[in-house]
C-alpha cells in the first residue's frame, strides 16, 4: 500500500544524521512536490535531522520556512507515512523553545493536528480514515501518543497562546480524556486543559461549557497514575479559581466527594489539592460549608502543622485564612476548634514572608470574630432586652434566662479554647527564647576566655619582637666578654636556662600542636618555615613530597603560607 508504515521504523532510535542544514530549503522545495516518493523521503530526512536534538538544527529548520509545508503534511490523511513523519518533525519542534512552539502555532497546526487526532466516533474526525490504513495496533497508538503530546505544547508554550488559535483544541482534548484510557494521552490532554484554564474569561467559560469536561476531570481523580490525578487537579483548581458560579459549575461535578481521597504525602497531589480547596474556600458561605461537611478543615490543619514543603503549607494556610476571612461565627468556631491557632503561630518564624503575612491575618481574623461574637450572639439567640419585654409567662422568663446562660456557658468555652491556644503557642515560643539564651549563655565564658589568651598571646609576641635583638645569649656577648671569667660562667649560665626554656616551650608545643593536620592520627614531627608550624607527621610530608612539583611554591599546610623549608624536629635535617 502506498505510504504504509513499517512496525520496524517506529520505534528504532533515530541513526545519526550527518547532512547539513544547508540542505534544507532544497528539502522544502521537494516537500511540495507531486512526487509522493520524494515528499516522504524529504519529511523523513527532516525528521532524522531534528532527532540530534540541537537547538541549532531545530532553529535552522524554523528558519528555513519548513513549519507551513509539514503543517500541510498532516492534511495529507490517504499516506499515514507522511503524516507519521510530520506529525513526529511538528513534535520535536514543538518541544524547543517558546518561540519555535508559537512558529508550530502560527503555522495554523492546531486545526490541522485537531483533525488528525479526533476521536475516531467524530465523524468529522479525520483519524478514521487514518487508522483505517494501519494495521498495527502500536502505529496508531504512536500517532495519538505523539499527536497528544504535541497539543500538550501547542497549548502550553509561554506564554499562553491566544485562545482563538487553539480554541479548536478543547472538543478534541475533550474527547481525548473521555475516550481513552492512555496514561501519556490523558497526561498531555489534562495538562494541556491545565494550561487552558490558565487563560482569560473566554477560555474557561469555554470549558465549563465543553459536554461532560468538567465531570470526567473530576472522575479522573480517582485514575492510577499520580500524573494522570495532578494535572487533573491543576486544571479543576483553575476553573474553581474563577467567580463563584464556576465554583458551583466544579461543585457540581461532585469534586467536594474526591477531595479527600486525593489528600494523599505525594507532594504534587499534595499541593494540587491544598491549592484548589484554597480556591474553593474564597468563595461563598455556602460553598465553604460544603468544605467543612466534606470534612476537609482537619486536613488542612494537619498539613500546616506537617513538615511538608513551604509551597504546601502556604495553599493550606490560605485555604484556612480564607475561611477565618469570609466564614460565618460557626464556620470560624469550628475551624479553630480544629486546631489551627498553634500551626499559625509556628508560622510567624519562618523565612518566607508571604506565608508569613497570611499566618498574621489568619491570627488577627480569629481575635476580631471572637471580639465580635459577643455583640453578634445576641441579635441571633434574640436574647434582647426587647425580647424580655415581650414575655407573658413565668415559663418565657425562665426559658430565656436558661438561654442565656448556655450562650455564656458556650461563650466561656469558646473564649477559654481559644485562650488555652494562644498561651500554648506563646508558652512554646518563650520556651525557645529561653533555650536560645542559655546556649548563648553557655558560649560567653568559652570565648571571653578565648579572647583574653589571645589578647595575650599577641601582648606576649610583640614584647618578644621588641626585645629579641637586645636579649639572650648570642655571640656579640660572647665576644665582649673575652677575658671575664666571672661574665663567660654567667653566660654558660644563661646558655643552660635557655635551653631549658626551650625544652619546655617544645613540651608545651606538642601538647598544643595535637595531631597531623591532614591525617588527623600521628603527631605532628614536620616543622615549617619561617612561619614554625609544626603541622604534620613523617609518612603525610612524605606523600606531599611525592606529589609536589618543581614548578610549584611549598605550602605550609596550617597557614598556607609559602615556606622556605621543612624540617624533621626528631632528626634536624632539611628537607627542602
Known amino acids: 500500500m502506498d505510504g504504509s508504515i513499517h512496525h520496524d521504523s517506529i520505534d528504532r532510535p533515530a541513526r545519526p544524521v550527518r547532512r547539513s542544514v544547508r540542505c534544507l530549503c532544497h528539502l522544502g522545495k521537494i516537500l511540495k512536490s507531486a512526487d509522493v516518493t520524494k515528499r516522504s523521503n524529504a519529511a523523513r530526512q527532516i525528521r532524522e ?5 540541537l537547538p541549532s538544527v531545530t532553529q535552522a529548520v524554523v528558519d528555513a520556512g519548513m ?5 500541510e503534511l498532516l492534511k495529507e490523511h490517504t499516506r499515514p507515512r507522511i503524516q507519521h513523519e510530520a506529525v513526529w518533525s511538528l513534535t520535536n519542534i514543538a518541544s524547543g523553545t517558546s518561540e519555535q512552539t508559537a512558529a508550530v502555532v502560527d503555522a495554523g497546526a492546531v486545526p490541522a493536528l485537531v483533525h488528525l487526532v479526533s476521536s475516531p466516533d467524530d465523524q468529522a474526525g479525520g483519524l478514521l480514515p487514518l487508522l483505517q490504513l494501519l494495521d498495527e495496533s502500536q502505529e496508531k497508538m504512536f500517532i495519538l501518543d505523539n499527536g497528544t503530546f504535541l497539543l500538550e505544547h501547542l497549548c502550553g508554550t509561554r506564554p499562553l497562546p491566544e485562545f482563538d488559535k487553539v480554541s479548536a483544541a478543547l472538543p ?10 492512555s496514561e501519556r494521552v490523558l497526561t498531555s490532554a489534562c495538562y494541556a486543559l491545565s494550561c487552558l484554564s490558565e487563560g482569560g474569561h473566554e477560555s474557561v467559560e469555554a470549558l465549563i461549557h465543553a459536554d461532560g469536561l468538567c465531570s470526567r476531570l473530576v472522575d479522573l481523580l480517582q485514575h492510577d497514575s499520580d500524573d494522570v490525578v495532578t494535572k487533573a487537579l491543576e486544571a479543576i483548581g483553575n476553573i474553581a479559581g474563577g467567580d463563584d458560579r464556576r465554583t458551583d459549575a466544579m461543585l457540581g461535578c461532585g469534586v467536594l466527594a474526591s477531595l479527600p481521597l486525593v489528600l494523599s504525602p505525594k507532594k504534587g497531589i499534595l499541593k494540587e489539592a491544598c491549592f484548589t480547596v484554597s480556591n474553593i474556600a474564597a468563595g461563598t458561605v455556602p460553598q465553604m460549608q460544603g468544605l467543612i461537611d466534606a470534612g476537609l478543615i482537619p486536613p488542612m490543619v494537619a498539613v500546616l502543622a506537617s513538615d511538608d514543603e513551604m509551597r504546601i503549607k502556604e495553599h493550606a494556610a490560605r485555604a484556612i485564612a480564607n475561611f477565618l476571612a469570609g466564614g460565618t461565627p460557626d464556620q470560624v468556631q469550628h475551624v479553630v476548634q ?7 503561630c509556628g508560622l510567624l518564624d519562618v523565612m518566607d514572608d508571604d506565608v508569613m503575612s497570611v499566618a498574621r491575618e489568619a491570627l488577627q481574623s480569629i481575635l476580631q470574630d471572637y471580639q465580635t461574637l459577643c455583640s453578634t450572639v445576641s441579635a441571633k439567640t434574640r436574647l434582647t432586652r426587647t425580647a424580655l419585654l415581650e414575655m407573658k409567662t413565668s415559663a418565657e422568663v425562665q426559658d430565656f434566662m436558661m438561654r442565656i446562660k448556655q450562650e455564656s456557658e458556650r461563650l466561656d468555652k469558646l473564649y477559654d479554647a481559644a485562650d488555652q491556644q494562644l498561651q500554648a503557642a506563646a508558652s512554646k515560643l518563650l520556651n525557645e527564647i529561653k533555650e536560645m539564651e542559655q546556649h548563648i ?13 589571645f589578647i595575650a598571646m599577641r601582648v606576649e609576641l610583640d614584647q618578644l619582637r621588641q626585645q629579641g635583638p637586645h636579649r639572650g645569649p648570642n655571640v656579640d656577648r660572647l665576644l665582649a666578654l673575652q677575658g671575664n671569667a666571672s661574665g663567660i660562667e654567667a653566660f654558660k649560665l644563661e ?63 596550617a597557614c598556607r603560607g609559602v615556606s622556605i623549608h621543612a624540617s624533621n624536629v626528631d632528626h634536624i635535617k632539611t628537607t627542602s
Open 49 to 53: 535531522l531534528l532527532s540530534i536534538e
Open 67 to 71: 513549519v507551513p509545508p509539514l503543517v
Open 172 to 181: 478534541t482534548l475533550a474527547n481525548l480524556i473521555k475516550d481513552h484510557d
Open 338 to 344: 480544629c486546631g489551627c491557632v498553634n500551626p499559625f
Open 441 to 453: 549563655s553557655q558560649l560567653n565564658p568559652p570565648l571571653a576566655d578565648a579572647a583574653q589568651a
Open 495 to 557: 646558655i643552660r636556662a635557655t635551653q631549658q626554656r626551650l625544652s619546655q616551650l617544645l613540651g608545651e608545643a606538642e601538647q598544643r600542636q595535637g595531631t597531623c593536620v591532614i591525617c588527623l592520627e600521628r603527631l605532628p614531627t614536620v616543622v615549617f618555615f619561617p612561619c614554625l608550624q609544626r603541622c604534620i607527621c613523617d609518612p603525610c610530608w612524605a606523600d606531599m613530597q611525592r606529589q609536589q612539583t618543581p614548578a610549584e611554591p611549598l605550602k605550609c599546610p
